[in-house]
């Protein structure tokens, strides 16, 4: 069985795990910072299930689904269990979980929406590197997809990042609860591989499908 679908079903595995954990906790506690990150994570593991079952074989459905759930809406669904998490004043955080709802209900009917050549599908090479050849778009409807993977990854990225970063400072600076520091610094890193991954698979370096699902969309396709 090939590595990379093996790191596929492990992570579906792992993050489904995760998720629910997430969620359980989300109904003890009733924050709505943990039902947001459960959701980014449940949309992860969809993201990697649909790689499973795109590795040998193509369906248009699981195709789309791996787009919207790994290259578009985690992000900023994770951001937005961060802005809620921190923002706990006003109304800003509703309102970036009206933007994040908005947008991946659009970005969902705009993939589902999508031009797709099966033909162009290679069985056993990550979809990272050949979703640009399946999706048929061109002109306006390929530049609409690239801006809502842009726009999107952006946003989610920054603030997940931008608040991990800004929690380990407050322990840091306060001298307390110091491996929250630590964990917040994980958290950062981890937000940052999935960018640098895509990067790399777009200058010709193998990278895995776990990350490419993510962000390889918003970092490959303005050149594509």
């Not at 162009?120 to 050949?130: E, I, M, N, T, W």
């Not at 002109?139 to 997940?160: C, D, F, M, P, S």
Request: with cysteine; hydrophobic share 55%.
């Amino acid at each position: 069985m090939s590595s990379s679908l093996l790191i596929s079903l492990a992570t579906t595995v792992i993050t489904a795990v995760f998720a629910l954990m997430v969620f359980a906790r989300y109904l003890t506690k009733r924050r709505w910072y943990l039902l947001a990150w459960s959701v980014g994570l449940a949309l992860f593991s969809l993201g990697t299930a649909a790689q499973v079952v795109l590795f040998d074989q193509f369906s248009e459905l699981w195709f789309k689904l791996w787009y919207w759930a790994g290259a578009l809406v985690v992000a900023p669904w994770l951001g937005q269990g961060t802005v809620f998490l921190l923002v706990r004043k006003g109304n800003r955080a509703w309102i970036s979980f009206w933007f994040v709802a908005g947008m991946s209900a659009l970005s969902l009917a705009v993939i589902l929406g999508a031009g797709v050549a099966p033909n162009a599908y290679q069985p056993g090479v990550d979809l990272s590197a050949q979703f640009g050849d399946i999706f048929t778009a061109t002109g306006a409807e390929k530049t609409v997809r690239t801006v809502l993977a842009i726009v999107l990854n952006t946003y989610g990225t920054v603030l997940l990042v931008g608040g991990a970063v800004y929690s380990a400072y407050l322990f840091w600076r306060k001298r307390v609860l110091l491996h929250r520091v630590v964990g917040n610094v994980f958290i950062a890193a981890g937000g940052c591989c999935p960018p640098w991954a895509a990067r790399l698979s777009c200058l010709g370096t193998r990278t895995s499908n776990t990350w490419g699902s993510w962000r390889a969309a918003s970092s490959c396709s303005p050149a594509s």
